[in-house]
């Protein structure tokens, strides 16, 4: 007992002085009554207890409310001061290249600022990346001053929590919705309802039950990336012929190569600059060959090239889909049925116009965009996306109801808005 109240003693005598501390940081004093939350995150964090105070990240020329524009807001290379592995890491995934390719495609120009710079949209989970001075400055000269960091996009302010990082829920915030929803395909698969299953105890705690993180961030590495990557394509192309063909048509009208003469453009530049894709078979493999690795921790070899040979086969097969439709629609450019949109790089489909809407009040050169054009980019971006990633993520409903059976009502849909639009297009184009 008297063992037991020494070490209570002590223990309330460091926090004492901890809290005597935090009390006596003028920071801390005045936030506390600014933003509580901010002061609670730290005052529990790890940065609090090895001496990473408020000055360490924001420097120390902010001592007022009027000169609080000079609290400096750390970024990444902060981080790196004491994480350089994982920073290192980050800066060779897929995750450092969020913000760049965001501003890489022509359409994120069309959106709101609100939605964008803002972060109430696209940019809530693509200002991840280490940004230039320059991406900095014109964050700023917008007036959006925070829109700034990347590590605490998973280990959020002020706590940084790593083991909030290793929870699933962190992943959710951005790998969900329309056109990625690998939070939903995860969550209701074996593997996401095996971990949930164990968390509640009705599995033992050494069974398997991967969350996002065993997957993609094995051991904690913060390189992350995929082998086929968001656009789902890649080369070299396919030795099947049809299946080359369909890669090339989805290539064009994603602008990579010119719809006309087949050279590549220079969206290609910028997608090579982002890692957006693999462009060689070794690539390819390298990536594949770590997800085997990962799979065979729980799984045989040879089951785990079965099914990822699956997912394969069935971005192939809905690629075919996807080709189909996007030549359908081609052909009513070609025919004048449908005039270029402004913004367009070609007289041809263009998939990256995704944030184009109809009508908008707030921008009306976006209201020369066709419904059918709003179907194919929903076929897309949408079900081609749930169609294949589904395979990979395990989910036999959102692979078939979500994925495969949408592709084929938006390919029914796009035909038939085709032999309407030629019906009542036609007569305009008689002699009177």
């Known amino acids: 007992m008297r063992m037991k109240l020494m070490v209570l003693g002590m223990a ?24 509580p939350g901010q002061v609670r995150d730290w005052q529990v964090s790890k940065h609090s207890e090895n001496d ?12 007022k409310a009027e000169d609080a524009m000079l609290a400096e807001l750390p970024d990444e290379k902060v981080c790196a001061g004491c994480h350089e592995e994982q920073f290192n890491q980050f800066g060779r995934g897929k995750h450092n290249f ?15 600022d609100e939605l964008i710079e803002g972060g109430r949209g696209c940019g809530g ?11 900095k400055k014109e964050l700023r000269d917008k007036g959006y001053r925070y829109q700034s960091n990347s590590c605490d996009e998973c280990h959020t302010r002020h706590a940084f929590s790593k083991k909030e990082a290793l929870n699933p829920r962190a992943c959710q915030q951005c790998h969900m919705g329309y056109d ?26 050494e069974a398997a039950g991967p969350s996002c993180q065993n997957c993609h961030m094995p051991d904690g590495d913060h390189e992350n990336r995929t082998a086929w990557g968001f656009l789902g394509v890649r080369l070299p192309l396919p030795e099947d012929k049809q299946a080359a063909d369909d890669r090339v048509t989805i290539l064009k009208a994603l602008g990579v190569l010119n719809p006309e003469t087949g050279e590549p453009t220079p969206i290609l530049d910028a997608v090579k600059a982002v890692d957006m894709v693999r462009l060689d078979q070794e690539s390819w493999e390298k990536e594949r060959s770590k997800m085997i690795k990962t799979c065979t921790g729980c799984h045989s070899e040879k089951y785990a090239r079965e099914q990822l040979a699956m997912g394969d086969a069935i971005l192939q097969k809905s690629d075919r889909l996807m080709a189909d439709a996007i030549e359908t629609v081609a052909a009513l450019y070609r025919e004048g049925i449908i005039a270029k949109p402004e913004g367009y790089p070609f007289n041809y489909p263009f998939l990256l116009a995704f944030m184009h809407t109809n009508g908008a009040n707030w921008n009306e050169k976006l209201d020369d965009l066709s419904f059918i054009d709003q179907v194919l980019v929903q076929m897309y971006m949408k079900h081609r996306m749930r169609a294949y990633q589904a395979f990979f993520h395990v989910n036999p409903d959102y692979a078939y109801w979500y994925g495969w059976n949408e592709m084929t009502k938006d390919l029914g849909e796009i035909k038939e808005l085709a032999r309407t639009m030629r019906a009542t297009h036609a007569p305009q184009d008689k002699p009177q």
């Not at 926090?15 to 920071?27: N, Q, S, Y």
């Not at 989970?125 to 991406?135: A, S």
Request: proline share 6%; charged share 15%.
């Open 52 to 63: 990473v105070t408020c000055s360490t990240c924001h420097g120390d020329l902010h001592t």
């Open 12 to 35: 309330a005598a460091i926090l004492g002085f901890a809290g005597t501390a935090a009390a006596a940081d003028p920071c801390v004093d005045c936030h506390n009554t600014i933003s």
């Open 180 to 205: 990625h929803p690998q939070w939903e395909m995860w969550s209701s698969s074996k593997h996401g309802a095996r971990y949930y299953i164990r968390k509640e105890g009705d599995l033992p705690a």
């Open 98 to 112: 969020g913000w760049t390719s965001l501003n890489a495609i022509p359409a994120t120009h069309f959106a709101p």
């Open 125 to 135: 989970c693509h200002n991840m990346g280490i940004k230039t001075e320059e991406q």
